[in-house]
């Protein structure tokens, strides 16, 4: 059974930093892309970053080029978002998701780890 | 890249069908057949009901389907059961960023 637990959260003051982890099991993990996708209270998800099997290409929204950055170590099976500069409206529930193997869409989500900005 | 226009909410009894629209644009769900669709309950991550415009997962029931048809696709939800009240999000691979949008969601009630 695929399982994907995140870990991190947390209440944090505007421009500071944060380390979203999520640990991945019940699949071959280092043959799948990636991803953190976020939801903002009352608000539809938003995909944010996306990382290769490899970890040699990333992808990322342009709201959140040059301040959050996606990792992986498939020594581990974990997942990284690294946040920084972190601003209110980055408010929301951070989920860790696996996309299938075409690519094309998620098949397995995590439960969410939330991550509050504000002073 | 803008979200996917869904209707905020829509609803049916028991039994009854009911189906969302998601619209996008050339560059999304026109362009592409990898459109999906997601059912979440409060508190809970999406759960993958459709993928791939009118596929579905294994152990979704058949009573979940989804077409497209230029910039637009849709999900029916037939038979209503207490079960499907949830929120619905609509997804699309996009070649602007390499990722992907979801839409704004639909508030499905069962009456």
């Known amino acids: 059974e695929v399982q994907l637990l995140e870990s991190g959260g947390g209440l944090v003051q505007p421009g500071e930093s944060l380390r979203l982890s999520c640990a991945a099991s019940?699949?071959?993990?280092?043959?799948?892309?990636m991803n953190w996708v976020r939801q903002a209270p009352g608000k539809g998800p938003e995909w944010v970053s996306g990382?290769?099997?490899?970890?040699?290409?990333?992808y990322s929204a342009d709201s959140v080029k040059g301040r959050l950055t996606i990792s992986r170590d498939n020594s581990k099976n974990t997942v990284y978002l690294q946040m920084n500069s972190l601003r209110a409206d980055d408010t929301a529930v951070y989920y860790c998701?696996?996309?299938?193997?075409?690519?094309?869409?998620?098949?397995?989500w995590g439960q969410g780890t939330l991550v509050t900005v504000s002073s | 890249q803008s979200a996917l226009t869904q209707p905020p909410s829509a609803s049916g009894s028991p039994g009854q069908s009911v189906t969302i629209s998601c619209t996008g644009t050339?560059?999304?769900?026109?362009?592409?057949?990898?459109v999906s669709w997601y059912q979440q309950h409060p508190g809970k991550a999406p759960k993958l009901i459709i993928y791939?415009?009118?596929k579905r997962p294994s152990g979704v029931p058949d009573r979940f389907s989804g077409s497209k048809s230029g910039t637009s696709a849709s999900l029916t939800v037939s038979g209503l059961q207490s079960e499907d009240e949830a929120e619905y999000y609509c997804?699309?691979?996009?070649?602007?960023?390499?990722?992907?949008?979801f839409g704004t969601g639909t508030k499905v009630t069962v009456l």
């Open positions: 990382i290769s099997s490899s970890g040699g290409t990333t």
């Open positions: 997804s699309s691979y996009a070649s602007s960023n390499n990722l992907g949008v």
């Open positions: 019940g699949f071959t993990f280092n043959i799948y892309i």
């Open positions: 050339s560059s999304d769900v026109g362009r592409y057949n990898y």
């Open positions: 998701a696996k996309l299938d193997t075409s690519g094309y869409y998620f098949d397995s």
């Open positions: 791939e415009v009118n």
